[in-house]
């Protein structure tokens, strides 16, 4: 069963704070990418890491994937109201080239 | 990016009727394209991969009779929802691939199903 646990899946905050969502599986990925969802639209791309240990930076946001490729974090620095929204990882695997979703990180950040 | 778009964005339909759904890529030929389907404030679920030219393939837990999925070109793959019902009501997303293997997908805008 390919799984992928992504973890908080809700997080309220004040403006400024830092934040960490994780996802985690048992299964090694080709590469694992992370989506930013707003309602009613469809995902859009925030990066993708392929190579385990790499990191990625996108201005607030730092992206990590393990070492195993098991594994991705993304960290976002002094969190601002804009930065609200849905936050999805998903994994790529190699057979099939299916791309599978984590739960989702509702992500609420309070000015 | 490549472009793809999903019509309707938005269809209200009663129960028992069909409704089809249908995903282009505007700019590129997609050979494979991936059908998902989501509920407020959940994730998105993969209901199938369809390649152009053949079968698509289900996943798991998802009924091929009720949700019918044809990809009968490359720059076209349709999803029709069979005697819709109330629990069918959702979000549907379909995305796409240019060639094979596990280059980048491109993710339409997605369509909002209400069933009465």
């Known amino acids: 069963t390919q799984l992928l646990e992504q973890s908080p899946q809700f997080l309220s905050i004040q403006e400024g704070e830092n934040l960490t969502v994780y996802c985690n599986s048992s299964?090694?990925?080709?590469?694992l990418q992370w989506y930013r969802q707003e309602p009613g639209e469809g995902p859009v791309l925030l990066v993708t890491?392929?190579?385990?240990?790499e990191v990625k930076k996108l201005k607030r946001l730092t992206f990590q994937f393990g070492d195993a490729r098991k594994d991705s974090s993304l960290h976002i620095t002094a969190a601002q109201p804009g930065d609200t929204g849905l936050y999805l990882c998903?994994?790529?695997?190699?057979?099939?080239?299916?791309?599978?979703f984590g739960q989702g990180t509702e992500l609420s950040v309070k000015p | 990016g490549a472009v793809v778009s999903q019509h309707p964005s938005w269809v209200i339909c009663k129960s028992g009727t069909s409704v089809k759904i249908e995903c282009r890529s505007l700019d590129f030929q997609a050979t494979t394209m991936f059908w998902y389907r989501q509920f407020p404030k959940q994730s998105l679920m993969l209901m199938a991969t369809s390649n152009e030219g053949s079968k698509a393939t289900y996943e798991q837990g998802v009924e091929k009779d009720k949700f019918l999925i044809n990809h009968a070109s490359l720059t076209l793959s349709t999803l029709t929802v069979t005697s819709a019902h109330p629990e069918d009501s959702s979000f549907y997303i379909c995305s796409a691939r240019e060639g094979t293997g596990t280059g980048e997908l491109f993710f339409g805008e997605g369509s909002r199903l209400t069933v009465l």
């Open positions: 299964s090694v990925f080709s590469s």
């Open positions: 890491v392929v190579t385990g240990g």
């Open positions: 998903a994994g790529l695997y190699n057979q099939g080239g299916k791309l599978i």
